[in-house]
């Protein structure tokens, strides 16, 4: 169904330490999202790109996190300093056009991220 | 409050029964999207809706933007449909996708 690859698949880290996680999109879909699942199954959006440019990000994504979707490399999301609050599902999601505004969102299997 | 509205939150089907599962929408939304997530945490795409309706096999799905609601029906249910479904609706800002909290369903035999 969806050909969206996240690794790694789990992650563990203390508190302090950075946490990086990657995605490899759909082959021509230009258009990103990272999404973080918690343990109530509810969705925060974090960021979303366009190619290698932002489209949009909350507040916590812009002063917390590092992330970047060069082109020809995975994306990758990091979080600077984590904090036991971080721990939780991150999905990637990619689709050819903005959002739903045309098209399907693909998602990969996400990254579990436990911060100890 | 929540843009996205979904309903109920658990269900529990007997094999060979039917129900149907909701999300209403506090905003006008320009499409919807229902996802299952299967037992390994993947979420498997559902349905794309931008209006209307679309069925395939025992799923079947409508969305009104106009009424701001969307509904995943399923008939003949089956053991391996249990999961946890969730609906995604794009509002105005095309590049905002809001999620539902999901509806846990249990098939029984």
């Known amino acids: 169904n969806s050909k969206v690859i996240q690794t790694p698949r789990y992650l563990v880290k203390g508190q302090g330490q950075k946490a990086k996680m990657r995605c490899i999109p759909e082959?021509?879909?230009?258009?990103v999202f990272w999404y973080q699942q918690n343990k109530n199954n509810e969705f925060k959006f974090l960021i979303n790109?366009?190619?290698?440019?932002?489209?949009?990000q909350i507040d916590m994504t812009e002063k917390r996190f590092s992330a970047e979707c060069p082109s020809n490399s995975p994306c990758s999301l990091e979080i600077q300093s984590s904090e036991a609050g971080d721990s939780a599902l991150y999905l990637c999601?990619?689709?050819?056009?903005?959002?739903?505004?045309?098209?399907?969102?693909?998602f990969g299997s996400g990254t579990r991220l436990t911060v100890l | 409050g929540d843009q996205v509205e979904q309903s109920p939150s658990a269900l529990s089907l007997h094999e060979g029964t039917g129900s149907a599962l909701r999300c209403n929408f506090t905003t006008t939304m320009r499409a919807v999207q229902w996802f299952r997530k299967n037992s390994r945490g993947s979420l498997i795409n559902l349905f794309y809706?931008?209006?209307g309706t679309k069925e395939n096999g025992r799923l079947k799905s409508a969305f009104d933007s106009k009424e701001r609601y969307s509904t995943l029906h399923i008939r003949d249910a089956q053991l391996e449909d249990s999961g946890t479904y969730f609906c995604a609706a794009g509002d105005t800002n095309a590049y905002k996708v809001i999620f539902g909290k999901g509806t846990h369903l249990h098939v029984l035999p």
């Open positions: 999601a990619s689709s050819r056009l903005g959002g739903l505004v045309a098209e399907t969102l693909y």
């Open positions: 082959k021509g879909h230009p258009v």
């Open positions: 790109f366009q190619n290698q440019e932002v489209l949009q």
């Open positions: 809706l931008a209006s």
